[in-house]
């Protein structure tokens, strides 16, 4: 080493959002920093004041155009629960066949779209065919059953929310528009295809887990804290209590969405337009979390479908609990779409979700405050609203999921750094032929 | 032969694209005509790849997002240089989306309650390091760089998208409708007897008759006939997030003056229905407003 070096990735691809990386290399060879800077933001807290409460969930999806779904639900539950209202038990179906609609959705893109690329064509694939685009020409069968898995959960998001991108349908005191029987009825003559794709999905999962073990076991494996919601300890998404684990492995906190200021507080880098969520009572660094799948199989003891449970009986076989890997979160994201397609066809079989009762009339606007949590794709989201007499925001709090895992995020950069331009690790793996080249 | 596309993303939600990909099976007839040279979302091209082409190389740019960021001004400045053909891509691209609401407010106070005030922030500071500059305001794309083709819509529909695609691809012309959402509407309208606004969650909506003859905000009566009707169709009253019909150049002075007309109500009773005008008429296109524009205009004259 002559002197020091500074990598730069401008922007990380692959990626919804705005990121780039810094790794800076010192004289005697040794990684002296690597930072992820979010390099834009909207200021969503600021001009939501000043607005109809009710019409949150209408802005509040505009923040991500991948999960406008959790965005949408965790504003709405944040004013009902700062005017007190419960919305309808079929409203509250309706809601989690959404989020689970978008679960699926999402997570058959990130696997697909966003991380495949890396495992088919192999880490030093020809950056030109390491995308899904090369997939469909290189593996037709794979991509159209891929194109197939998204576009189920996106045409049931948007027969609910009226939309996908971006969902309009609820209001505080329930949903503005019911399921109908044939549409629901389209639907369930899918869900046949959708348990055989779900089932390659996870043969798939599997085999490039196994393919990749040494990736997976060596690369990025440090611990940190884990955030995520349960309900009786079965891993839930749209209305769960939040739980937190500490780097052992053992549960610290069981809260109520409502507390969450006790012990989630952000920091602010200087290099970075995101902030970076940790666990508040043990201080920053030391109280980095990761939300997220992998966040949300470690902190739960079980999945709340069977077929799901089976798949996290088999991962927690080879890896234990908790699992630290950060490339097993590709793992984790799987068994999570296969609850997300259970759940899906538990709802469509529930008598309820086609009933016409699902929106109060009787709503008032009150001064208060409120929280709405609830699991997004890529972790624990929170809305946190207060409102006049007139129902007018007059200030906004928000935990958006990804800020949950840039502080950890860091870290594993930090040590995949240390790896490659120390330890040349990169050139030690195993890995296997590529399917892609 | 096939056609250079850059897809780049300034500072939006990613909308677009998701749109874009739910073409899903639709997806595998386009992409054999397309050569992607770009796109940050889906393909490993970083922004030196993107400098590095010759200008006007790209047959096909599609621009998402506005201007928050001193970057986000180059990369669109950058798109324009490299394009031949430059798209708006979505309602951010064309009249600054829904962050061009921040310019209710001064860039300090934006700044300071993310930073600095946010209730759970610990150690507040304002980042400076690897981070682009905010800019002042935001503003429409088409303030900044000439655009050839206009594609409003938060986001644009797959089949917005597809369609605009074709006719570039094909050479022939794109034109935006003429229909307002109204036009596209399948609920019955009446005559307007509005003696009264209700709020979206309030009472109890008869799914066959117009939101807007029921006494609900409904904008489809001023905002651009492209969506299909989306929002009324589910019984949610259009908030105009396609931006306004053609050749009205003020979606909300447009909607305030029509409500004027059409409501039964004296203008202080009309006011007192809308306390947050701004939010109400201007949901994604305040940036494009005479308002917002004014504000820009005394933000230079007092620097």
């Known amino acids: 080493m002559t002197g020091e070096k500074v990598v730069r990735i401008e922007p990380v691809t692959r990626l919804e959002g705005h990121g780039d990386v810094t790794i800076k290399i010192g004289k005697d060879g040794r990684v002296k920093d690597a930072q992820f800077s979010v390099t834009s933001t909207r200021f969503f807290e600021k001009f939501l004041e000043g607005r109809f409460a009710e019409e949150a969930p209408k802005f509040a999806s505009r923040i991500c155009g991948i999960c406008p779904e959790p965005h949408h639900l965790a504003a709405v539950k944040a004013v009902e629960a700062a005017w007190d209202i419960t919305p309808p038990a079929p409203a509250v179906k309706l809601r989690r066949l959404l989020i689970n609609a978008k679960q699926f959705s999402s997570h058959a893109l990130h696997f697909f779209a966003l991380a495949a690329p890396d495992f088919l064509a192999g880490p030093f694939g020809d950056p030109a065919k390491r995308n899904l685009v090369a997939i469909t020409k290189a593996l037709p069968d794979v991509s159209k059953m891929a194109l197939q898995m998204m576009q189920f959960g996106q045409e049931l998001a948007a027969a609910i929310g009226g939309t996908a991108i971006h969902p309009v349908t609820a209001v505080p005191g329930g949903m503005l528009n019911p399921f109908s029987e044939e549409k629901r009825d389209q639907f369930l003559k899918r869900i046949s295809d959708v348990k055989q794709w779900t089932t390659s999905t996870v043969a798939l999962a599997k085999k490039i887990m196994d393919d990749y073990v040494d990736v997976v076991t060596k690369l990025a494996v440090g611990p940190t804290y884990y955030v995520g919601t349960h309900s009786k300890g079965a891993l839930e998404i749209y209305d769960g209590s939040i739980r937190i684990m500490d780097t052992a492995g053992e549960i610290v906190e069981d809260l109520k969405p409502k507390d969450y200021r006790k012990s989630f507080a952000e920091y602010v880098p200087e290099h970075s337009y995101a902030t970076h969520v940790y666990y508040k009572p043990v201080g920053y660094p030391a109280g980095i979390w990761r939300a997220g799948s992998l966040a949300r199989i470690n902190i739960a003891d079980k999945m709340a479908t069977p077929l799901a449970h089976e798949a996290l009986e088999e991962m927690r076989a080879k890896l234990g609990r908790p699992v630290h890997a950060t490339f097993a979160y590709h793992w984790a994201r799987i068994i999570e779409l296969v609850q997300a397609a259970e759940e899906i066809e538990g709802l469509l079989k529930d008598p309820q979700i086609v009933n016409n009762d699902v929106k109060l009339l009787d709503v008032k606007p009150k001064k208060g405050d409120g929280v709405g949590c609830v699991e997004a794709p890529r972790g624990t989201l929170i809305h946190h609203y207060w409102t006049d007499e007139q129902g007018l925001i007059t200030k906004a709090n928000m935990i958006v999921a990804t800020n949950n895992n840039i502080g950890a995020i860091e870290k594993s950069l930090m040590e995949v750094a240390k790896q490659v331009f120390e330890q040349k690790a990169h050139q030690k793996l195993k890995l296997p032929k590529p399917v892609i080249s | ?303």
């Not at chain 2, 905010?134 to 938060?154: A, H, S, T």
């Not at chain 2, 074709?166 to 609920?187: H, R, W, Y």
């Not at chain 2, 979606?251 to 003056?257: D, F, T």
Request: hydrophobic letters at 40%; one cysteine or more.
């Open chain 2, 1 to 303: 032969m096939t056609k250079r596309i850059a897809m780049a993303q300034l500072t939006s939600c990613w909308g677009c694209d998701q749109s874009l990909l739910d073409l899903h099976l639709g997806l595998l007839e386009v992409l054999p005509e397309l050569e992607i040279v770009f796109w940050p979302a889906v393909v490993d091209f970083k922004i030196k790849d993107l400098e590095s082409m010759p200008d006007e190389s790209i047959h096909i740019g599609l621009v998402e997002g506005s201007c928050r960021t001193e970057d986000d001004v180059r990369l669109l400045n950058l798109m324009r240089a490299k394009s031949k053909i430059l798209v708006a891509w979505g309602v951010c691209s064309c009249y600054g989306g829904i962050q061009g609401l921040a310019n209710q407010w001064e860039l300090d106070e934006l700044v300071d309650r993310k930073f600095m005030k946010a209730d759970t922030v610990t150690d507040p500071r304002i980042p400076s390091e690897n981070v682009p500059a905010f800019v002042p305001q935001v503003r429409p794309n088409v303030d900044v760089v000439k655009f050839n083709i206009l594609l409003p819509g938060c986001p644009p529909t797959s089949k917005n998208i597809v369609e605009a695609l074709a006719a570039i691809l094909t050479g022939k012309p794109f034109d935006l409708p003429e229909k307002s959402v109204c036009d596209q509407c399948p609920k019955v309208k009446q005559d307007k007897h509005i003696t009264k606004f209700h709020r979206s969650h309030e009472g109890r909506i008869d799914p066959s008759k117009c939101l807007l003859d029921q006494g609900y905000l409904c904008l489809g009566f001023a905002t651009i006939g492209f969506c299909g009707a989306i929002c009324p169709t589910v019984n949610s009253p259009c908030k105009g997030c396609f931006g306004p019909v053609l050749r009205v150049k003020d979606h909300g002075a447009k909607i305030v003056s029509a409500l004027g007309a059409i409501a039964e109500m004296e203008p202080e009773q009309l006011k007192d229905s809308f306390p947050d005008p701004i939010g109400s008429f201007y949901f994604t296109d305040y940036a494009a407003s005479y308002l917002s524009r004014m504000r820009d205009k005394a933000r230079s004259k007092k620097k």
